[in-house]
Every structure is written in structure tokens, then in C-alpha cells.
């Protein structure tokens, strides 16, 4: 695990969340990808996101904390030999690919590559 990536916390109504975390809270957007059902706000200088997600268009959705690492598929092979079970096989998202799995105690958690990043 090379460092933090995103945090994901589930909210059922995107802009009562979003009046929250930006005027509330005074965090600085990031993205607002509403229409998706995300948006990310920064949290002071570090590149790592509190990423909203809308519980409407997401099903099964918990607090998830990603890690980026090189490659998915390779820690995902490396994990998988470890006995990790995944909730899914990777999938590839707008900058690479992920997978999420739960910790033996039910917390959420997943692996991002940036493998589409030049």
C-alpha cells in the first residue's frame, strides 16, 4: 500500500450532504459528479478526497477507505493468495482499476492503480 486514496462514506441525499460538507463543514470541492451520484471534497492541501456517494444510485454502500498501490491486478493476485476475499473481481474505473474487500470485522476497504495516468 502506497498511500491513501479516497474516503467513501454513503449519504442518502446528495445536496443536504453537499450543503453539509462544503458550508458547513467549509470543505473545498473537488469534484461534483451529482449526475453520477459523487462528489469529492478536499480536506486542506492533501490530494486523498472525502468522496460522497449516493446511497439511490449505489446499493450496498459503506464508510470504504482505498489505498493506491501500482498495480491492481497484481496486489489483487498477491492479496487474493493471502486468503482475501473481494466483493467483486477489479474494475476499472476513470484513472485505472480497483476492487474493494471487508477486513474480518466488517470494515470496508479497497486497492486503486492510477495505471491510466501518463
Not at 9 to 32: C, H, Q, S, T, W
Not at 59 to 73: A, H, S, Y
Not at 81 to 105: M, N, R
Amino acid at each position: 500500500m502506497k498511500n491513501y486514496d479516497n474516503f467513501f462514506l454513503p449519504v442518502y441525499n446528495m445536496e443536504e450532504a453537499k450543503r453539509y460538507y462544503g458550508d458547513i463543514l467549509g470543505l473545498k470541492m473537488k469534484f461534483d459528479f451529482s449526475d453520477k451520484g459523487m462528489t469529492a471534497y478536499n480536506v486542506g492541501n492533501e490530494e486523498p478526497a472525502i468522496i460522497l456517494k449516493d446511497k439511490n444510485k449505489f446499493g450496498n454502500l459503506k464508510p470504504t477507505i482505498w489505498f493506491e498501490v501500482d498495480n491492481v491486478m497484481s496486489k489483487y493476485n498477491e492479496m487474493k493468495e493471502k486468503g482475501i476475499e473481494f466483493l467483486s473481481e477489479p474494475f476499472e474505473i476513470k484513472t485505472g482499476y480497483a476492487v474493494e474487500f471487508e477486513d474480518p470485522f466488517g470494515n470496508r476497504l479497497g486497492i486503486t492503480d492510477y495505471m491510466k495516468k501518463s
